[in-house]
């Protein structure tokens, strides 16, 4: 509850905070599909400034037969992709069974939509010392929301980032309803960060940067944005990635709206070397 942590909960992953003022960007592509394409598209976000990288290796497709990840000699593209771009990395973690691999190489673990109760992986990760980004549910309350992250707290693991996707309603002309309401809720009744996936809420890429920006606008504490470096050969999620020229645009637009709630993009140097006062 935010009452009893008035100040809210930083979670500090490889020299970036989220849940301060600094606003956190996580960018990459949907799926890590080999070495050439994520080096492309990580590099495209590096220079764009964005602060971690993403990349599934274990993906939770609809469909059995759509492509379901590289696994393990995917994570460690992305460990060294990241690497060579100073980028904290972002992968979901769909089983319990995946855990030992996976928390010993991601800096955040995710956990999807599909998973958000999930109890017995939950309890897994509230065993570890690991920032664990925890997903909307497709359908799920936002009290569901909270006390499935109340599962990972729990257990002692405080180090929890929590992340509005997009929800199932009647609407069909996007993929899924993006919940701004949720986030500014969230971010009143529990001291966890907050941040919005914007890719997944909308799936449509036009809407990605207004709605990221309205994101900032409400409180969000960040975003996780797929970027592709040729959304057209994607082999997951395509269709909404951003380009990197789209996706530099935007965080080139994201500090005027950041500067209006107060806020700043994050740097390690913090606000006061950005305003160049203090
Ligand atoms: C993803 O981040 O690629 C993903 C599968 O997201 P979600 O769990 O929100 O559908
Ligand atoms: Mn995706």
Not at 223 to 245: F, M, N, T
Request: proline share 6%; aromatic share 4%; charged share 20%.
């Amino acid at each position: 509850m935010r009452s009893a942590h008035p100040d809210g909960t930083r979670v500090r992953v490889g020299g970036v905070e989220v849940g301060g003022r600094g606003f956190v960007v996580m960018a990459g592509p949907c799926a890590v599909e080999g070495a050439e394409q994520l080096e492309l598209s990580a590099r495209a976000v590096a220079h764009a400034g964005a602060h971690l990288l993403r990349g599934g290796v274990f993906k939770p497709r609809t469909s059995p037969y759509a492509f379901q990840g590289m696994g393990e000699p995917g994570l460690k593209l992305l460990v060294d992709a990241g690497r060579r771009h100073g980028l904290p990395i972002i992968s979901e973690v769909m089983e319990t069974e995946q855990l030992p691999l996976m928390a010993q190489h991601a800096d955040i673990l995710q956990v999807g939509a599909r998973n958000m109760q999930n109890f017995g992986l939950l309890r897994a990760l509230g065993r570890l010392r690991k920032p664990v980004l925890l997903k909307r549910g497709l359908s799920a309350t936002v009290q569901e929301w909270l006390n499935a992250a109340e599962y990972i707290l729990a257990g002692g693991n405080e180090q929890v980032i929590l992340c509005e996707r997009g929800i199932r309603t009647f609407e069909t002309a996007m993929r899924n309803t993006l919940d701004l309401a949720a986030v500014a809720w969230a971010k009143e009744k529990s001291h966890l960060p907050v941040i919005v996936d914007p890719s997944h809420a909308t799936g449509i890429p036009s809407l990605i940067a207004p709605m990221s920006l309205a994101a900032a606008a409400a409180g969000a504490d960040g975003l996780l944005i797929e970027v592709h470096a040729r959304p057209e050969q994607a082999l997951c999620d395509g269709q909404q990635a951003l380009s990197p020229e789209d996706f530099a645009s935007l965080m080139r637009r994201l500090p005027g709206v950041l500067a209006a709630v107060d806020r700043h993009l994050w740097t390690p140097a913090g606000p006061a070397q950005i305003a160049g006062a203090r």
